[in-house]
């Protein structure tokens, strides 16, 4: 039972590029999110998906669109990278209406560069 | 939408003395208070949480307590050990079908041997 792997776990890309980081979770979580952790600001929400089929804009989600390919994976996109998404991207999973001391499950992260 | 601010960033304590790191938060319907922490290049670990309805949970060594007419919650680690080094981030979060955290910035706690 791995719970959230991402892919890739590093990643150096040129101002402009494009590319797509993978979340997958294998414990049939409904809600699924992506977070960004630069220092000094914690984490902060970019996109979620409360289920399957549906995503929901968070904290900051200028330059960056995202899938729910199915209820496992959630990808994220960045059309055109700026160095301003240099970060550490975190993917999580939590399963709706989950008891307490059931918190978010989260992915092992992407560390992005872009130069 | 909810803000969570969090105090102090960084927090430097003698081995074995307590530390306390506080959070506010901003919408008083938020029903859902984790903390978590992080090591060095690793993913945030949720170490305990308190709902909306309890003022107070305690596990070993670490405790939470709510004020929820104040809208803050503080986290408590007594008998501090250089293992608890670390990161740690507060959230909140309105429950609900999209069970959305805001987490607060961050505080450093270095625990001196």
């Known amino acids: 039972n791995a719970g959230v792997t991402q892919t890739p776990k590093f990643q150096v890309l040129k101002t402009g590029q494009s590319m797509t980081l993978q979340c997958a979770q294998d414990?049939?979580?409904?809600?699924m999110y992506w977070y960004r952790q630069d220092p000094g600001m914690g984490l902060r929400l970019i996109y979620y998906?409360?289920?399957?089929?549906?995503?929901d804009k968070g904290e900051v989600p200028n330059g960056y669109n995202v899938s729910r390919l199915n209820k496992r994976e959630f990808s994220l996109r960045l059309e055109s990278a700026a160095p301003s998404q240099t970060s550490v991207y975190f993917c999580a999973s939590r399963t709706r209406g989950a008891p307490v001391g059931e918190g978010y499950t989260f992915g092992s992260g992407t560390r992005l560069t872009v130069v | 939408g909810e803000n969570v601010e969090q105090h102090p960033s960084t927090l430097s304590v003698q081995e074995g003395d307590s530390a306390v790191i506080k959070c506010t938060y901003s919408d008083s319907a938020s029903n859902y208070f984790p903390w978590y922490k992080q090591e060095l290049g690793k993913r945030p670990q949720l170490i305990i949480d308190?709902?909306?309805?309890?003022g107070e949970k305690k596990d070993q060594r670490i405790a939470v307590t709510l004020n929820k007419t104040a809208k803050h919650f503080s986290l408590h680690i007594t008998e501090t050990q250089p293992e608890d080094s670390a990161v740690y981030f507060c959230?909140?979060?309105?429950?609900?079908?999209?069970?959305?955290?805001?987490f607060g910035t961050g505080t450093l706690l270095a625990v001196q041997p």
């Open positions: 414990m049939n979580h409904n809600s």
């Open positions: 998906s409360a289920s399957e089929g549906t995503t």
């Open positions: 959230a909140a979060s309105l429950g609900g079908a999209t069970n959305k955290l805001i």
């Open positions: 308190i709902r909306s309805n309890v």
